[in-house]
């Protein structure tokens, strides 16, 4: 059984501080990582991916991705209330082209 | 980006009806969509991939008479609840792959199912 493991949360943080959110999977060969925000009552949209090692920045958002240590990481800068949002890490099943995800991290981000 | 239509956003029936959800990417093709069911405070489990033209890969534990899902042309696919029950009340999202090397999934806003 393929597992993507989150800490559920809550992880709240004041406004403007940088929110740390984690991310263990267990399939070794997994190339594909990505992470939605999903807002209570909605679809998850897709913030961003990663396939190689290293950081991938996109605006205020930070992927990290260590394949060594089967670990993913979203780091959001200068967070916002607007960022409280449950965040999915999903990891591509080669296999089946198909995601599977953890069980979110739920943000708060104090005003 | 991609966009991903849902529909309807919601529907209420009552037990032992049918309940079909149809799932279109608009401004792509996709080649590969994903029919998702998430309970209340809990993650998205995957029901069913579902290739064009082809039979629905179901998941372990997913019954593929209770859930018929067609994925009849390159845009849109239909997931139909048949027979639903109370328990079958759930947020169903489906989720299209764009055709290509690429992996981005784009999902639909998402089904809430409520049978009475």
């Known amino acids: 059984q393929k597992e993507v493991e989150q800490n559920s949360g809550p992880l709240s943080v004041p406004e403007g501080a940088i929110a740390s959110l984690n991310c263990t999977y267990s399939?070794?060969?997994?190339?594909?990582f990505f992470w939605y925000r999903q807002y209570s009552g909605k679809s998850p949209e897709l913030i961003m991916f990663i396939y190689s090692n290293g950081d991938k920045e996109d605006g205020r958002f930070t992927a990290q991705l260590n394949k060594a240590s089967q670990y993913v990481s979203l780091l959001i800068r200068d967070s916002q209330p607007s960022d409280s949002a449950t965040y999915l890490c999903?990891?591509?099943?080669?296999?089946?082209?198909?995601?599977?995800f953890g069980s979110g991290t739920r943000l708060q981000v104090q005003p | 980006g991609a966009v991903v239509s849902q529909h309807p956003s919601w529907v209420i029936c009552k037990s032992g009806t049918s309940v079909k959800i149809e799932c279109r990417s608009l401004d792509f093709q996709a080649t590969t969509m994903f029919w998702y069911r998430q309970f209340p405070k809990q993650s998205l489990m995957l029901m069913a991939t579902?290739?064009?033209?082809?039979?629905?890969?179901?998941e372990q534990g997913v019954e593929k008479d209770k859930f018929l899902i067609n994925h009849a042309s390159l845009t849109l696919s239909t997931l139909t609840v048949t027979s639903a029950h109370p328990e079958d009340s759930s947020f169903y999202i489906c989720?299209?792959?764009?055709?290509?090397?690429?992996?981005?999934?784009?999902f639909g806003p998402g089904t809430r199912l409520t049978v009475l």
């Open positions: 399939d070794r060969g997994s190339q594909s």
């Open positions: 579902s290739n064009e033209g082809s039979k629905a890969t179901y």
């Open positions: 989720s299209a792959r764009v055709a290509g090397v690429r992996a981005e999934q784009f």
């Open positions: 999903a990891v591509l099943d080669t296999g089946r082209r198909a995601l599977t």
